[in-house]
């Protein structure tokens, strides 16, 4: 039972373009999501949150942008650079829950 | 300050063998989770350890156990390792109130 997917394996854009990375989740209950980005040989690193009561978050070139009827949310990479191309993985959560509950990845390549 | 720090980095063993990994959990961070990464697949929560008791459990067998110690540190223990257990085993910490996990790099297991 995959409660987070990300359907997209792999994504290439173009440096100084958008990427858009999407995600999709089953369980209504989730009331927070996260974004991480892993590069290989090390832990995932924690990008940006949003909270169920919000539908965009902003922090720099990251945007993360939640629909709760759709149950989709979506991470915007503007301008992408070469320092982006990473796996990203989206990740759910319960407030007062322990776990985290993450999508398969997408692995972001950027082109110079 | 310190990140999540994991030891060992990479770690081969034998089916039937017992493996323990460690975790130091970030400055300030009184809670740990443990995750398990196999190949092409997004992390899964195994269990989060807070105040030296274990507070929530993934579907994963008793023969995945841990502990917590005072100084917030944490160990993952597995008994009686089998092929599929070949993973990485992510560790992350958090502070209580906030829902970002902070994630150290990992510790490689094979199973042979």
């Known amino acids: 039972d995959q409660q987070v997917k990300q359907n997209s394996p792999s994504l290439s854009v173009q440096e100084g373009r958008i990427s858009i990375l999407n995600c999709d989740y089953t369980n209504s209950m989730f009331d927070y999501f996260l974004w991480y980005k892993k590069y290989p040989a090390e832990g995932p690193t924690f990008l940006i949150s949003i909270s169920s009561i919000k539908d965009k978050n902003e922090d720099g070139r990251f945007t993360v942008f939640l629909n709760k009827s759709a149950k989709h949310l979506s991470l915007h990479i503007v301008p992408s650079q070469p320092g982006d191309s990473a796996v990203y993985f989206c990740?759910?959560?319960?407030?007062?829950?322990?776990?985290?509950?993450f999508g398969q990845g997408t692995r972001l390549t950027i082109n110079p | 300050e310190t990140g999540v720090t994991q030891s060992p980095t990479h770690l081969i063993k034998t089916r039937g063998q017992q493996v323990t990994l460690r975790c130091s959990s970030q400055?300030?961070?009184?809670?740990v989770s443990w995750y398990q990464q196999a190949l092409g697949q997004g992390p899964q929560f195994i269990f989060q350890y807070y105040r030296e008791e274990e507070n929530g459990r993934g579907n994963f067998p008793p023969r995945f156990s841990g502990l917590q110690f005072p100084n917030y540190s944490s160990e993952l223990n597995v008994n009686a390792l089998e092929l599929d257990d070949s993973a990485l085993y992510l560790c992350?910490?958090?502070?209580?109130?906030?829902?970002?996990?902070?994630f150290g790099p990992g510790t490689r297991l094979t199973v042979l």
């Open positions: 400055s300030g961070h009184n809670t």
């Open positions: 992350a910490s958090s502070q209580p109130g906030y829902n970002e996990q902070f």
């Open positions: 990740a759910a959560g319960l407030q007062g829950a322990q776990k985290l509950v």
